[in-house]
Structures are given as C-alpha cells and as structure tokens.
C-alpha cells in the first residue's frame, strides 16, 4: 500500500524560505513522476513543480527561480525548496505520485495524495 506524508508547512513573511518534505512509502514503480500541488479555497489543485524517476523537472511559471523540487532515492523522500515567498504562495500543498515517467499537468492524472501541507505567507 502506498503511503505519502508530508510535512514542513508553516507561516513566514513574505521574502522568506520553508521547505516541505513528503514521504513515499509502498512505491515499487520503477517510472515515475512525483510533484508538488497547490490548493486554495474555492480552486482546483494546481501543478507547482514536479519530477519524474529520471530527475527531470517540471515547474510552474509562478514558481521558476524562487522554488526547487528535488529527491532522495534512499529515503523515498520529495523535496520543495521554497524560497522569496510571496503572500500569493498561501495555500495548502499536496505531494502526488503517479505511474508513468510523465509530470501530467492535471492533478487527476495521479494515483497517490498525501494529506496536504498549509502555508501561509503574510506580508
């Protein structure tokens, strides 16, 4: 059974930095793409940065140059380096994984959600 976990959320000011860690646990896929999503209230969840098993990345043009989305293999873990934040940052953040080498832009496009993460950036 695959599990996704993540943690690191918080409340900064704007200009600062956080970084969020999410966990996957039961993967066995050897292709896969692991993203980082966004969600407010009242929207759709919306694609942040993703990367597949190969270690290319996909990022949102919001996000080019402030956030970075790396792994580490040996402890199933996803990482998302968020730094100048801005208060339109603010929201809850998903982990995601699905099967296939393929960062789909559309959040139905993946199998496996964890729990989400709030951050909140204030000005």
């Known amino acids: 059974q695959v599990q996704v976990v993540e943690s690191g959320g918080g409340s900064v000011q704007a200009g600062g930095s956080l970084r969020l860690s999410c966990i996957v646990s039961g993967y066995t896929y050897n292709t896969y793409c692991m993203a980082w999503f966004l969600q407010t209230p009242g929207k759709e969840r919306e694609r942040v940065a993703g990367?597949?098993?190969?270690?290319?990345?996909v990022y949102a043009d919001s996000v080019k140059g402030r956030f970075t989305i790396s792994k580490d293999n040996a402890k199933n873990t996803l990482y998302l380096q968020m730094n100048s934040l801005k208060p339109e940052d603010t929201a809850m953040y998903y982990c995601?994984?699905?099967?296939?080498?393929?960062?789909?832009?559309?959040?139905?496009?993946?199998?496996?959600w964890g729990q989400g993460t709030q951050v909140t950036v204030s000005s």
């Open positions: 995601a994984a699905r099967r296939g080498d393929y960062c789909a832009f559309n959040s139905l496009n993946y199998d496996y």
């Open positions: 990367i597949n098993n190969e270690g290319r990345t």
